[in-house]
Protein backbone atom coordinates (compact mmCIF):
# COMPACT_ATOMS: atom_id res chain seq x y z
CA UNK A 1 0.00 0.00 0.00
CA UNK A 2 1.60 3.65 -0.93
CA UNK A 3 1.40 6.45 2.08
CA UNK A 4 1.59 9.73 2.01
CA UNK A 5 2.79 11.63 5.05
CA UNK A 6 2.06 15.19 5.30
CA UNK A 7 3.51 17.21 7.96
CA UNK A 8 2.58 19.30 9.85
CA UNK A 9 -0.43 18.23 10.70
CA UNK A 10 -1.04 21.83 11.89
CA UNK A 11 -0.18 25.10 11.05
CA UNK A 12 -0.89 28.64 12.77
CA UNK A 13 0.86 31.54 11.38
CA UNK A 14 0.70 35.45 11.03
CA UNK A 15 -0.15 37.03 8.31
CA UNK A 16 3.36 37.97 5.95
CA UNK A 17 5.01 35.09 7.32
CA UNK A 18 6.91 32.21 5.22
CA UNK A 19 5.79 28.45 5.60
CA UNK A 20 6.79 25.21 3.87
CA UNK A 21 4.87 21.96 4.63
CA UNK A 22 5.79 18.44 3.07
CA UNK A 23 4.43 15.63 1.40
CA UNK A 24 6.82 11.90 1.99
CA UNK A 25 6.33 8.41 0.84
CA UNK A 26 8.67 5.40 0.94
CA UNK A 27 7.45 4.88 -2.69
CA UNK A 28 7.80 6.58 -5.87
CA UNK A 29 5.31 8.32 -7.72
CA UNK A 30 5.08 8.86 -11.44
CA UNK A 31 3.29 12.59 -10.67
CA UNK A 32 1.87 14.34 -7.70
CA UNK A 33 -0.65 16.65 -7.41
CA UNK A 34 -1.47 19.50 -4.90
CA UNK A 35 -4.98 20.48 -3.64
CA UNK A 36 -6.63 23.21 -0.93
CA UNK A 37 -9.94 22.37 0.20
CA UNK A 38 -11.85 25.21 1.93
CA UNK A 39 -14.75 24.69 4.87
CA UNK A 40 -17.75 23.38 3.56
CA UNK A 41 -16.13 22.99 -0.52
CA UNK A 42 -14.29 20.08 -2.09
CA UNK A 43 -10.30 20.18 -2.70
CA UNK A 44 -9.45 22.30 -5.57
CA UNK A 45 -6.36 21.25 -7.90
CA UNK A 46 -3.35 23.83 -7.65
CA UNK A 47 -0.68 22.49 -9.21
CA UNK A 48 0.54 18.65 -11.05
CA UNK A 49 4.35 17.79 -10.80
CA UNK A 50 5.46 15.16 -12.98
CA UNK A 51 9.35 14.99 -13.11
CA UNK A 52 11.91 14.61 -10.74
CA UNK A 53 13.13 17.49 -9.29
CA UNK A 54 10.48 19.97 -11.11
CA UNK A 55 9.63 23.43 -9.22
CA UNK A 56 6.67 25.20 -10.19
CA UNK A 57 5.02 28.55 -9.09
CA UNK A 58 1.91 29.78 -8.73
CA UNK A 59 2.03 33.38 -7.75
CA UNK A 60 3.23 32.90 -3.83
CA UNK A 61 3.30 29.33 -4.15
CA UNK A 62 6.23 27.34 -4.97
CA UNK A 63 5.67 23.36 -5.64
CA UNK A 64 9.17 21.06 -5.90
CA UNK A 65 9.22 17.50 -6.42
CA UNK A 66 11.86 15.57 -4.93
CA UNK A 67 14.42 13.85 -7.19
CA UNK A 68 13.66 10.10 -6.89
CA UNK A 69 10.10 11.35 -7.14
CA UNK A 70 9.25 10.06 -3.50
CA UNK A 71 8.98 13.61 -2.00
CA UNK A 72 6.98 17.02 -2.61
CA UNK A 73 7.16 21.01 -1.02
CA UNK A 74 4.50 23.36 -0.82
CA UNK A 75 6.63 26.84 -0.07
CA UNK A 76 4.36 30.23 0.62
CA UNK A 77 5.78 33.34 0.49
CA UNK A 78 4.24 36.10 2.80
CA UNK A 79 0.82 34.55 3.68
CA UNK A 80 -2.25 35.45 3.70
CA UNK A 81 -5.65 34.62 5.56
CA UNK A 82 -7.27 33.74 2.00
CA UNK A 83 -4.26 31.09 2.02
CA UNK A 84 -6.33 29.28 5.34
CA UNK A 85 -7.84 25.81 4.74
CA UNK A 86 -6.49 22.33 4.57
CA UNK A 87 -3.75 21.39 1.86
CA UNK A 88 -3.67 17.94 0.32
CA UNK A 89 -1.09 16.27 -1.56
CA UNK A 90 -1.92 13.27 -3.84
CA UNK A 91 0.31 10.93 -5.62
CA UNK A 92 -0.48 8.78 -8.98
CA UNK A 93 1.26 5.37 -9.56
CA UNK A 94 0.88 3.91 -12.80
CA UNK A 95 -2.90 2.99 -13.68
CA UNK A 96 -4.10 3.26 -10.20
CA UNK A 97 -6.65 5.95 -8.62
CA UNK A 98 -4.42 8.88 -6.51
CA UNK A 99 -3.36 8.25 -3.35
CA UNK A 100 -3.88 11.14 -0.69
CA UNK A 101 -2.28 12.57 2.28
CA UNK A 102 -4.22 13.22 5.25
CA UNK A 103 -3.30 17.08 4.58
CA UNK A 104 -1.91 20.05 6.66
CA UNK A 105 -4.12 22.41 8.03
CA UNK A 106 -2.92 26.04 7.52
CA UNK A 107 -4.68 29.11 9.33
CA UNK A 108 -3.41 32.11 8.40
CA UNK A 109 -4.08 34.92 11.61
CA UNK A 110 -4.35 38.99 10.28
CA UNK B 1 -19.99 25.27 -17.43
CA UNK B 2 -21.73 24.00 -14.15
CA UNK B 3 -19.48 22.51 -11.68
CA UNK B 4 -20.03 18.71 -9.95
CA UNK B 5 -23.23 18.47 -8.23
CA UNK B 6 -23.58 16.46 -5.12
CA UNK B 7 -26.99 15.98 -3.35
CA UNK B 8 -27.77 16.33 -1.00
CA UNK B 9 -25.54 18.36 0.99
CA UNK B 10 -26.62 17.12 4.44
CA UNK B 11 -27.71 13.90 5.73
CA UNK B 12 -28.75 12.38 9.17
CA UNK B 13 -29.55 8.59 9.33
CA UNK B 14 -29.93 6.36 11.93
CA UNK B 15 -27.48 2.79 12.04
CA UNK B 16 -29.17 -0.17 10.53
CA UNK B 17 -30.74 2.17 7.61
CA UNK B 18 -29.56 2.97 4.05
CA UNK B 19 -28.88 5.75 2.14
CA UNK B 20 -28.23 6.71 -1.50
CA UNK B 21 -25.96 9.62 -2.44
CA UNK B 22 -25.83 11.59 -6.22
CA UNK B 23 -23.39 12.89 -7.82
CA UNK B 24 -23.93 14.59 -11.43
CA UNK B 25 -20.37 15.42 -13.06
CA UNK B 26 -19.56 17.96 -15.10
CA UNK B 27 -20.90 18.23 -18.70
CA UNK B 28 -18.91 16.05 -20.81
CA UNK B 29 -17.21 14.42 -18.21
CA UNK B 30 -17.42 10.85 -18.01
CA UNK B 31 -15.38 9.73 -15.52
CA UNK B 32 -16.54 9.46 -11.81
CA UNK B 33 -14.98 8.28 -8.45
CA UNK B 34 -15.92 8.91 -5.04
CA UNK B 35 -14.01 9.41 -1.67
CA UNK B 36 -14.92 9.10 1.67
CA UNK B 37 -13.18 11.93 4.16
CA UNK B 38 -12.74 11.66 7.73
CA UNK B 39 -10.36 13.49 9.60
CA UNK B 40 -8.73 10.60 11.25
CA UNK B 41 -8.25 8.65 7.52
CA UNK B 42 -8.04 11.79 5.03
CA UNK B 43 -9.85 11.43 1.72
CA UNK B 44 -9.92 7.29 1.12
CA UNK B 45 -11.05 5.99 -2.74
CA UNK B 46 -14.12 4.52 -2.75
CA UNK B 47 -14.75 3.59 -6.34
CA UNK B 48 -14.30 5.10 -10.12
CA UNK B 49 -16.20 4.67 -12.79
CA UNK B 50 -16.27 5.41 -16.56
CA UNK B 51 -18.93 4.81 -19.05
CA UNK B 52 -20.80 3.30 -16.71
CA UNK B 53 -17.93 0.59 -15.99
CA UNK B 54 -16.63 0.00 -12.69
CA UNK B 55 -12.85 0.59 -13.19
CA UNK B 56 -11.34 0.59 -9.93
CA UNK B 57 -12.44 -0.21 -6.26
CA UNK B 58 -11.13 0.49 -2.76
CA UNK B 59 -10.48 -1.12 0.35
CA UNK B 60 -14.42 -0.65 1.69
CA UNK B 61 -16.98 -3.57 3.10
CA UNK B 62 -19.78 -4.71 0.01
CA UNK B 63 -21.88 -2.44 2.16
CA UNK B 64 -20.88 0.21 -0.06
CA UNK B 65 -21.77 0.23 -3.81
CA UNK B 66 -21.96 2.42 -6.71
CA UNK B 67 -23.03 2.63 -10.00
CA UNK B 68 -23.19 4.93 -12.92
CA UNK B 69 -26.19 5.61 -15.61
CA UNK B 70 -25.67 6.90 -19.38
CA UNK B 71 -25.28 10.12 -18.67
CA UNK B 72 -22.44 10.21 -16.59
CA UNK B 73 -24.40 10.62 -13.17
CA UNK B 74 -23.29 8.53 -10.54
CA UNK B 75 -25.05 6.94 -7.15
CA UNK B 76 -23.51 5.62 -4.03
CA UNK B 77 -25.27 3.64 -1.79
CA UNK B 78 -24.45 2.30 1.72
CA UNK B 79 -26.67 -0.18 2.95
CA UNK B 80 -26.48 -1.37 7.10
CA UNK B 81 -25.31 1.91 8.02
CA UNK B 82 -22.86 2.13 10.85
CA UNK B 83 -21.39 4.95 13.44
CA UNK B 84 -17.93 4.67 11.62
CA UNK B 85 -19.68 5.82 8.20
CA UNK B 86 -19.83 8.87 8.99
CA UNK B 87 -17.87 11.16 7.01
CA UNK B 88 -18.08 13.32 3.92
CA UNK B 89 -18.49 12.06 0.77
CA UNK B 90 -16.86 13.64 -2.00
CA UNK B 91 -17.68 13.08 -5.96
CA UNK B 92 -14.97 14.12 -8.44
CA UNK B 93 -15.18 14.44 -11.75
CA UNK B 94 -12.52 14.00 -14.80
CA UNK B 95 -13.12 14.06 -18.78
CA UNK B 96 -11.75 10.44 -19.04
CA UNK B 97 -10.44 8.25 -19.58
CA UNK B 98 -6.99 8.89 -18.59
CA UNK B 99 -6.39 8.85 -15.00
CA UNK B 100 -3.33 10.43 -13.02
CA UNK B 101 -1.54 13.53 -14.24
CA UNK B 102 -2.98 13.60 -17.33
CA UNK B 103 -6.12 14.80 -16.58
CA UNK B 104 -7.83 16.89 -13.71
CA UNK B 105 -10.29 15.80 -10.83
CA UNK B 106 -12.86 18.38 -9.79
CA UNK B 107 -14.62 17.77 -6.75
CA UNK B 108 -18.10 18.54 -5.82
CA UNK B 109 -18.72 20.20 -2.65
CA UNK B 110 -19.74 16.98 -0.92
CA UNK B 111 -22.33 15.37 0.90
CA UNK B 112 -21.62 15.29 5.14
CA UNK B 113 -23.32 11.76 6.47
CA UNK B 114 -23.69 11.95 9.85
CA UNK B 115 -24.87 8.57 11.25
CA UNK B 116 -26.66 8.59 15.08
Known amino acids: TQLLEQSPQFLSIQEGENLTVYCNSSSVFSSLQWYRQEPGEGPVLLVT?????EVKKLKRLTFQFGDARKDSSLHITAAQPGDTGLYLC??????????FGKGTRLSVIA | KAGVTQTPRYLIKTRGQQVTLSCSPISGHRSVSWYQQTPGQGLQFLFEYFSETQRNKGNFPGRFSGRQFSNSRSEMNVSTLELGDSALYLCASSPGPLRGAREKLFFGSGTQLSVL
Open chain 1, 49 to 53: VVTGG
Open chain 1, 90 to 99: AGEAGNTPLV
